[in-house]
DNA sequence: TCTACAACTTCTAGCAGCTGTAGGTTCAAG
DNA sequence: CTTGAACCTACAGCTGCTAGAAGTTGTAGA
C-alpha cells in the first residue's frame, strides 16, 4: 500500500496533483486509512501513470478521460481511442505550424536589430506595424 | 472618437478584452461620454494593435508591458527590446522541439493502431507503458 | 512509551489570459 | 419618441494545476 507522497514520486505528480485528480473524478477514491489517509494500491498507480504520460503528450484532461474509458472497455472498438490520438496529432501539428511561422518572423525582428535606441528599433517597429510581418499570424499563438 | 465595439473590431478584440487590459494596466483610461461610455482615439488604437500583434507573436503580458514600456521612451537603447525578443524566440524555438518529438510519437501511435478492440489497441497500449516510447517527454506539453 | 517531525488532512485562493452572464443604462437611427 | 443594439459594472468560470494556512496522523528513534 503507498501513500498518496509515494504514489505521487513514483508517478512524477505533484500530491496536490493527484488530490486534484481525485476530485475531478479522473482517479478513484482511494481506500484509507482508520485516521483518514489516502493509501493506493497498483492498479491506482497504473492509472495515474497512464494519466501522466497522456499528459506529457499533451492529451487534455476531458481526452484522458476518454481514453481511460474505452481502455477500461477492453471489447470495445478501439477507433474510438484512434480518433483522439487522430484529433491531438491534428492539433499538434497546427500548432507546429504556427510556432513554425512565429520563429521565422521573430528570428528575422531579431536579426534585423541594429543595436541603437529605441526609437529606431527595427523589433519595436515591426510590433508597432503588422504589415511588416511576412507571415498571417492571427490566431493567437503559443 | 471611436466606441470600444469599434476599437475591438478593428483590432481584432473582444470588447471584454480590451476592458481586461484597462483594468491590469496594459491600456489607459481612456476618455468617457457624459453617459459614461468609453470613447477612444488613434493613440489608443495603435497601442491595442501593438498589444495584440505582440500576443499574435506569443509574447506574454508582463513581456508587452516592457515592450510597451520601451516604446515609450525612444531615448532608451534597444538593448532590452532585443533581449525580450530573443527571450520569446529561444521558448518558441524550446516549444518546437517539444512539439516535434510529441508528433512523432502520436504519429508512431496512430500508424500502429489496426483497428480492432481496445484491448489490442496500440494507442492505449503506448499510453499504458511508456518505456514504449522512443522520446523522452518528461515536461508537459503542448 | 514518549517525542519529534515529516507527511498527511481539508479548505481556500491564486496563476494566465481571457470569456461569458446578469442586470441595468445609453446612444443613435428611424 | 421609440426601439434595440451596444454600452456599463460586477463577478463567476474556464484549464490544469500550485501554494498556503491551520490542523492531524503516522512512524522512527531514544
Same mark, same amino acid.
Given at each position: 500500500? &503507498?501513500? !498518496?507522497? =509515494?504514489?505521487?514520486?513514483?508517478?512524477? =505528480?505533484?500530491? %496536490?496533483?493527484?488530490?486534484?485528480?481525485?476530485? !475531478? +473524478?479522473l482517479?478513484p477514491? #482511494?481506500?484509507?486509512?482508520?485516521?483518514? %489517509?489516502?493509501?493506493?494500491?497498483?492498479?491506482? &498507480?497504473?492509472?495515474?501513470?497512464?494519466?501522466?504520460?497522456?499528459?506529457? &503528450?499533451?492529451?487534455?484532461l476531458?481526452a !484522458?478521460?476518454?481514453?481511460?474509458?474505452?481502455?477500461? *472497455? #477492453?471489447?470495445?472498438?478501439?477507433?474510438?481511442?484512434?480518433? !483522439?490520438?487522430?484529433?491531438? &496529432?491534428?492539433?499538434?501539428?497546427?500548432?507546429?505550424?504556427?510556432?513554425?511561422? $512565429?520563429?521565422?518572423?521573430?528570428?528575422?525582428?531579431?536579426?534585423?536589430?541594429? +543595436? +541603437?535606441?529605441?526609437?529606431?528599433c527595427?523589433? $519595436?517597429?515591426? $510590433?508597432?506595424? *503588422?504589415?511588416?510581418?511576412?507571415?498571417? *499570424?492571427?490566431?493567437?499563438?503559443?
Amino acid at each position: 500500500m &503507498l501513500t !498518496i507522497g =509515494t504514489l505521487a514520486k513514483k508517478t512524477g =505528480t505533484k500530491v %496536490q496533483t493527484v488530490r486534484y485528480y481525485e476530485q !475531478i +473524478g479522473l482517479m478513484p477514491e #482511494p481506500g484509507r486509512t482508520e485516521g483518514g %489517509q489516502r493509501r493506493y494500491g497498483d492498479a491506482e &498507480l497504473d492509472r495515474l501513470s497512464f494519466v501522466r504520460h497522456a499528459r506529457q &503528450l499533451g492529451f487534455s484532461l476531458d481526452a !484522458i478521460r476518454e481514453l481511460l474509458d474505452l481502455s477500461d *472497455h #477492453p471489447g470495445k472498438s478501439c477507433a474510438e481511442a484512434d480518433a !483522439i490520438a487522430r484529433r491531438q &496529432l491534428k492539433q499538434v501539428e497546427h500548432r507546429l505550424a504556427r510556432l513554425e511561422a $512565429l520563429r521565422t518572423e521573430l528570428k528575422r525582428m531579431v536579426h534585423e536589430c541594429s +543595436g +541603437g535606441q529605441t526609437a529606431d528599433c527595427r523589433v $519595436l517597429e515591426v $510590433l508597432r506595424d *503588422h504589415s511588416e510581418c511576412l507571415t498571417n *499570424h492571427e490566431e493567437i499563438g503559443g
